[in-house]
């Protein structure tokens, strides 16, 4: 009798909390995707750009060009005395001429965001200053990105960026022996 009137109790038990509980969704209407989790991003916020850039240019000409002249002159009757003369002159010329280029630049620098555009983009822009052994390598930065790139590390790859300028320079030594002397560049604007 005692284990009927526990089951009962517990029966009564179950049925009033039982009823008093509602069921809520974990899916939010307002979220963007099931792994997606993007923050809002405000100006002055900091972004890490992995700057990966490779360029390539090759540029050729070729040219001919010739010409040919011919005059020929002869005398007859009246003034057959003075002699026929002859003249001719030809030209060619022809150029070749290629340029090749290349550059790679790998390295990460942090930006801020500058501006919040309407459509979601963001403008950022970053300055990187290294100076090793005497050598001041700067690298500077600006472009729009979407926060959509950004991964989950706070970084977006410099293929990206829309509208980049990416400046790379380095001073001291060695940047100072690769700059022409005087007399160079004169000779040079020169001829």
Partial sequence: MLKRKSLIMILIIVFLAGS???????????????????PNYNVGDIITVVIEENANAVQSANSDASQDSNYSSSSSGLLDFIPFFDFSYSDSQSADGATQRSGTLEADITTRITELQENGNLKIVGT?????????QEIKLEGVIRAN???FNNEVSSKRVAEANIEYQGEGT??????????????????
């Fill in 149 to 151: 790139d950004i991964n």
């Fill in 128 to 136: 990187k200053t290294v100076k090793i052994n005497g050598e001041i």
């Fill in 20 to 38: 008093s509980v509602s069921a809520v969704s974990l899916w939010s209407e307002e979220a963007s995707g099931l792994y997606q989790d993007y």
């Fill in 174 to 191: 060695v940047g100072d022996k690769q700059r022409q002397g005087l007399l160079s560049r004169f000779f040079n604007r020169i001829f």
